[in-house]
Antibody, heavy 120, light 110 residues
C-alpha cells in the first residue's frame, strides 16, 4: 500500500514562499495517476490546492493558481508544493492525497498532514 | 464554482442510533463525482463513500450513500462509538478541474 508523508518548514514569514514535499513510499510515484495537495484551516475548512499527474500535468485551484507550483521528482519519489507570497490566510494543515484509480475523483489515501504557520 | 452546503452543522445522537447527514450542491453534481469523508481530531480525512454510493475499501456496511442532482445523503445505520467524528462531502467538477468540499457535519455523542 502506498504511504504518503508530508515534510517541510512549519513556519514561514509573510510574503515568503511555502515549500513542502510529499514523499511516496511502498510504491513508485509513477503508479499514482494523480496526486493532490489539500489544505485545512479553521476559517476555510478543506480546500483543494492543486494536482499533478504521473506524467507531470498539473491543475490548480483558480483561487490560488497565480501563486502555486506543483512539481514531480521521480528520482526521489516525491512531489513538491510551492506557494508564493504567503499571508496569514495561508496558515493551515497541508495534506498530500492520492486520487483513486479508475477516475474515482476522490482521495483514497492521505498523508498525516503538516501544519504551516505564516507569521513574522 | 459549485458550492456544497451540509446540514445539520452538528448532530447529537447516541450509540446505536441512525445518523442521516445531508449535502446539498448549488448546481447539479454528476453522481460519479460525489464523495464522503470521515475525520477525527488530529487525523487526516478518510474516504468512506465515492461515486455517491460506493463504499471505499474496508468501510463497514453500516455506512451508505445515496442521492442525485443537488441532494445527497450519508447514512450511518447504527452508530458505533468510533463513528463520532466530522463528516465532509466533496465534489469534482470541470472544466477546469476543481474539487470542493462541504463545511462538514459534526456527529457528537448525546
Amino acid at each position: 500500500q502506498v504511504q504518503l508523508q508530508e515534510s517541510g518548514p512549519g513556519l514561514v514569514k509573510p510574503s515568503g514562499t511555502l515549500s513542502l514535499t510529499c514523499g511516496v513510499s511502498g510504491g513508485s510515484i509513477s503508479s499514482i495517476n494523480w496526486l493532490s495537495w489539500v489544505r485545512q484551516s479553521p476559517g476555510k475548512g478543506l480546500q483543494w490546492v492543486g494536482e499533478i499527474s504521473h506524467s507531470g500535468n498539473t491543475n490548480y485551484n483558480p483561487s490560488l493558481k497565480s501563486r502555486v507550483t506543483i512539481s514531480l521528482d521521480r528520482s526521489k519519489n516525491q512531489v513538491s508544493l510551492k506557494l508564493n507570497f504567503v499571508t496569514a490566510a495561508d496558515t493551515a494543515v497541508y495534506y498530500c492525497a492520492k486520487e483513486g484509480d479508475g477516475g474515482m475523483t476522490s482521495f483514497d489515501r492521505w498523508g498525516q498532514g503538516t501544519l504551516v504557520t505564516v507569521s513574522s | 464554482e459549485i458550492v456544497l452546503t451540509q446540514s445539520p452543522g452538528t448532530l447529537s445522537l447516541s450509540p446505536g442510533e441512525r445518523a442521516t447527514l445531508s449535502c446539498r450542491a448549488s448546481q447539479s453534481v454528476d453522481s460519479t463525482y460525489l464523495a464522503w469523508y470521515q475525520q477525527k481530531p488530529g487525523q487526516a480525512p478518510r474516504l468512506l463513500i465515492y461515486g455517491t454510493s460506493n463504499r471505499a475499501t474496508g468501510i463497514p456496511d453500516r455506512f451508505s450513500g445515496s442521492g442525485s442532482g443537488t441532494d445527497f445523503t450519508l447514512t450511518i445505520s447504527r452508530l458505533e462509538p468510533e463513528d463520532f467524528a466530522v463528516y465532509y462531502c466533496q465534489q469534482y467538477d470541470r472544466p477546469p478541474p476543481l474539487f470542493t468540499f462541504g463545511p462538514g457535519t459534526k456527529v457528537n455523542i448525546k
